[in-house]
């Protein structure tokens, strides 16, 4: 496959947050090439991966409920994750298979009334995360079976690989939006939830908080979100557009080059990590100067997290394996690929 149709590929590793891994692709690809995506393209893939980092905790968080005995809370947050899918729908055309991303930029600019759509979400998510709060955090029962369960500390979560949550629940206050900032993050007002027992309970406990920060950048990402082209302004790098290919022969002969051909890269290698919603997401590509890879290869956080498993429920319940299993939030996607 050619470097634009791996695309494809990427929003099936976890399927959960699609959009994070078709950036998080690209942008190794662009880091390559040394192409710099527009600034309205910046600010659309900041809102799209935070928007798919509340997509995936909501998945994880009405999934642990069932895990840890309550069923309504899994009501309430799918509830919230159907009004993701017709986001995603309306900007993408699917729900779970997104393909959003270009080398370069988008597949389309967002859809009019589609900012809207988002700022009207982020604005309502934090009320019904109020209201699963009240019936799980507090909660009894929540308590006893994830409170003390699979506790892990900060310095064996290095060791082990953890990232994400499931790191920084253990104390250790990571997290390359911060630390290695890629899109102009570091220029955002969020904090970074840090827990300190590495329990089962502070891995929910920051996931909680995750998702209201989420929704605090994008109300930011939606107020500096500029006007001008999605796209860079390359037709080595960029089809142009169908009106311009039908009455323009320069761009009709771009257009047939940048198909038949493939996008030409240049030889040399690329590593780009981002902040995936389970992780640190790495993506790593090289190119022989060819229109296709020569390797692709994924840091996958669900795979290195999972490894863990075996040292958390050591001493502990049979019943505890589920609970630690469910912190732990994998997608089966990310590690049978």
Same mark, same amino acid.
């Given at each position: 496959r050619d470097w634009n149709q791996i695309v494809t590929l990427t929003d099936r590793i976890d399927y959960l947050a699609p959009l994070i891994y078709n950036c998080a692709y690209v942008m190794a690809v662009e880091k390559m090439m040394g192409v710099q995506v527009t600034e309205r393209c910046k600010v659309v893939?900041?809102?799209?991966?935070?928007?798919?980092?509340? +997509?995936s905790h909501l998945l994880w968080?009405?999934?642990?409920?069932? %895990?840890?005995?309550?069923f309504t809370p899994f009501l309430y947050a799918f509830q919230e994750r159907e009004r993701v899918y017709r986001l995603h729908d309306a900007f993408t055309g699917a729900r779970i298979t997104t393909s959003a991303t270009r080398v370069g930029g988008m597949m389309?600019?967002?859809?009019? *009334?589609?900012?809207?759509?988002?700022? &009207? +979400?982020?604005?309502?998510?934090? #009320?019904?995360? @109020?209201?699963?709060?009240?019936?799980?955090t507090t909660n009894g029962i929540h308590l006893g079976r994830s409170q003390g369960v699979g506790v892990i500390s900060g310095e064996e979560a290095i060791n082990c690989g953890l990232s994400g949550p499931n790191l920084?629940?253990?104390?250790?206050?990571?997290?390359?939006?911060?630390?290695?900032?890629?899109? %102009?993050?570091? =220029?955002y007002d969020f904090e970074v939830p840090i827990a300190e027992h590495g329990d089962?309970?502070?891995?929910?406990?920051?996931?909680?908080?995750?998702?209201?920060?989420?929704?605090l950048l994008l109300l930011q990402a939606l107020d500096r979100l500029p006007?001008?082209?999605? #796209? !860079? @302004? @390359?037709?080595?790098? !960029?089809?142009?557009?169908?009106? @311009?290919?039908? #009455?323009?022969?320069?761009?009709?002969?771009?257009? +047939?080059?940048?198909?038949?051909? /493939?996008?030409? =890269?240049?030889?040399?290698?690329?590593? +780009?990590?981002? &902040? /995936?919603?389970? *992780?640190?997401?790495?993506?790593?590509?090289?190119s022989d100067g060819g229109s296709k890879p020569v390797r692709w290869r994924i840091r996958p956080p669900s795979f290195i997290n999972l490894s863990v498993i075996s040292r958390l429920v050591e001493g502990g319940l049979l019943a505890d394996v589920v609970v630690v299993n469910a912190s732990l939030d994998i997608v089966l996607g990310e590690i049978d690929r």
């Open positions: 893939r900041v809102i799209c991966m935070e928007l798919d980092r509340i +997509f968080l009405g999934t642990w409920a069932i %895990d840890v005995g309550a389309a600019d967002i859809p009019e *009334g589609w900012d809207e759509g988002v700022r &009207e +979400f982020a604005n309502t998510l934090p #009320n019904t995360l @109020d209201e699963i709060e009240a019936l799980l920084r629940a253990s104390g250790v206050p990571y997290d390359l939006r911060k630390d290695k900032p890629y899109y %102009d993050y570091e =220029t089962c309970y502070d891995r929910y406990m920051v996931r909680m908080e995750e998702m209201r920060q989420s929704c006007d001008g082209p999605i #796209n !860079v @302004d @390359d037709p080595r790098v !960029v089809l142009p557009r169908k009106t @311009d290919c039908m #009455n323009d022969m320069e761009s009709m002969i771009h257009h +047939f080059k940048l198909v038949m051909d /493939g996008l030409k =890269t240049p030889p040399g290698e690329s590593y +780009f990590a981002v &902040e /995936g919603s389970k *992780g640190e997401l790495g993506m790593y590509v090289v």
